[in-house]
């Protein structure tokens, strides 16, 4: 009993996060292999229900982001989807975590939803994936890519950075009953 009046307690109590905005120039980008045999491919309409092998998530949500121009790269490992890495091209992004939308301006994009899984971290999945995003966006001309991160998500981080992305800068949000509210950001 004691726990649960714990937990709904911390539900309700405001916490402050930490969201690191980082950019890729596209100017240099390393070659990254990954540890196990899989291949990355373009997630279609008729498809979309695979994308359960890894997350089970609303399935209209991510038909409507399709239908906007957005790409989702899956990674294939044998038959099974094991990732997925949604990047949106146009519009306005919403970076949940900071309560915040950002305009993507031309020949940008923004890396978003990202999902590898438990089983198959470790083996450079994810920086395979995003090497070959950031390859695909310099040769159809894009000037940079964004992607944003959790601050205490030290892996993630550190792969992001070891592939040549930058701090942009940080937004710490006000996290009230699972909303976000911006405070201010830090370059």
């Not at 109590?13 to 980008?29: A, Q, S, W």
Request: with cysteine; hydrophobic share 35%.
């Amino acid at each position: 009993m004691l726990y649960s009046i714990r937990r709904r307690f911390r539900l309700i109590l405001p916490k402050i996060n930490k969201e690191v905005v980082y950019y890729h120039d596209l100017n240099f980008i390393p070659a990254v292999n990954v540890k196990i045999n899989a291949r990355i491919e373009n997630l279609n309409i008729a498809d979309i229900d695979r994308i359960h092998e890894v997350k089970f998530l609303n399935i209209e949500r991510l038909r409507n982001r399709l239908e906007r121009g957005d790409k989702c790269y899956v990674t294939i490992y044998g038959d099974k989807v094991i990732s997925y890495h949604w990047v949106q091209f146009s519009g306005e992004h919403f970076v949940q975590q900071a309560g915040k939308y950002m305009n993507i301006n031309y020949l940008e994009c923004y890396i978003y939803h990202v999902r590898v899984l438990d089983k198959f971290r470790g083996n450079r999945v994810n920086s395979y994936v995003y090497s070959k995003i950031l390859e695909e966006c310099r040769s159809n001309g894009f000037h940079k890519v964004w992607i944003y991160t959790n601050f205490k998500n030290i892996p993630n981080r550190k792969g992001l950075e070891n592939l040549g992305f930058k701090i942009d800068h940080i937004i710490y949000s006000l996290n009230l009953n699972t909303r976000y509210y911006q405070l201010f950001k830090i370059k």
